[in-house]
C-alpha cells in the first residue's frame, strides 16, 4: 500500500497539488486520471521522491518514506519498479541486457543467475524469443513489454507506470493493460497508474483517482465511473471518448 496524507506542491506561487489525500491499494491496479496540467504528473512523481512536497506525509505500507533521508529512501527505491511513457530502453543494449541492467547494478548474483531471472521474466510478458534484439529492432509493443519485464525483473513490492499506453495501437493497449494487470495480481504489487487512456481505466481500472486543478476530486472504480455524478469527472470522460472518436476518424 502507499498513502499520500494532505500532500501539497508548490513551483514558485503557483499551487500544483493541493492538500491531496489518496491510498493506492496492494495487489491492485490504482490509476490516477485528469486533464493535462490537472497535477497528476506531478502527484506521480513526488509518490516516487522525484519532488519534494512541501507538505503532508507519503507511506509505503508503515514507513514514512517522505520523512526519509536519502539512503534510508534509497533501500526502499530497491523495492520500486518503474515503467516510463516511453519505454526508456538503453539503445546500445539488447532485451537480455536491457531487462538484465537492474539486476547488475543492485544484486550479487552470478552471471548465469542473473541469466536464468531475465529469461524467466521475458516469458512472463511472453518475450522468448527476441533476447538478441536490440530496441530498434522491435515493435512499440515489445518496447513496452521488456519495460515492463525490467521494472518487475526485481520483483518490486511497487510498481509505476507513466502513461503506459502512450503510442500504441487500441488492440496493444490492451496487451498491456492485461499484462500490468496480470503481473500486479501474480506478485501482489502495489500499481500505479498515471494515464489519460479512458479504454485503460475502463478495462483495469480497481481503484481510480481524479485529480482537477490540483485536488483529489473523485476516487472510485471503473463501475463507479459510469453512474457518478460528478460534474468535473464526466466532462473529462466525455471530453477523453470524444477526443479518441476524433482520432480514429482522421
Not at 96 to 107: A, E, I, M, S, W
Not at 109 to 128: M, N
Not at 189 to 194: H, P
Not at 213 to 232: P, T, V, Y
Request: net charge negative.
Amino acid at each position: 500500500m502507499i498513502k499520500a496524507e494532505n500532500i501539497s506542491k508548490h513551483f514558485d506561487d503557483h499551487i500544483v497539488l493541493d492538500n491531496v489525500s489518496a491510498t493506492f491499494e496492494t495487489g491492485k491496479t490504482n490509476l490516477i486520471i485528469g486533464q493535462s496540467g490537472s497535477g497528476k504528473t506531478v502527484l506521480l512523481k513526488s509518490l516516487l521522491g522525484l519532488h519534494q512536497i512541501d507538505e503532508g506525509r507519503i507511506f509505503y505500507d508503515d514507513v514514512c518514506y517522505s520523512s526519509l533521508g536519502f539512503n534510508e529512501k534509497k533501500e526502499i527505491r530497491k523495492q520500486v519498479g518503474m515503467l516510463f511513457q516511453g519505454g526508456a530502453l538503453f539503445d546500445s543494449l539488447t532485451v537480455v541486457d536491457n531487462v538484465k541492467f537492474p539486476l547488475d547494478v543492485f544484486t550479487d548474483y552470478s552471471e548465469s543467475e542473473k541469466l536464468d531471472i531475465v529469461h524467466d521474466t521475458l516469458k512472463k510478458v511472453r518475450l522468448d524469443k527476441a533476447y538478441d534484439l536490440y530496441p530498434s529492432e522491435i515493435s512499440g509493443g515489445m518496447v513496452k513489454r521488456v519495460s515492463i519485464a525490467r521494472a518487475i525483473v526485481m520483483k518490486p513490492r511497487y510498481l509505476f507506470c507513466d502513461e503506459p499506453n502512450s503510442g500504441l495501437d487500441p488492440l496493444t493497449s490492451v496487451v498491456i493493460d492485461n499484462l500490468i494487470k496480470e503481473v500486479t495480481e501474480e506478485y501482489g504489487i502495489t500499481t500505479i497508474i498515471n494515464t489519460h487512456d479512458m479504454n485503460s481505466v475502463m478495462e483495469i481500472g480497481e481503484t481510480v483517482t481524479f485529480i482537477y486543478q490540483g485536488k483529489m476530486w473523485w476516487r472510485g472504480s471503473k463501475d463507479d465511473i459510469l453512474s457518478s455524478d460528478n460534474k468535473e469527472l464526466n466532462d473529462f470522460v466525455f471530453a477523453s471518448a470524444m477526443a479518441k472518436r476524433a482520432r480514429q476518424n482522421m
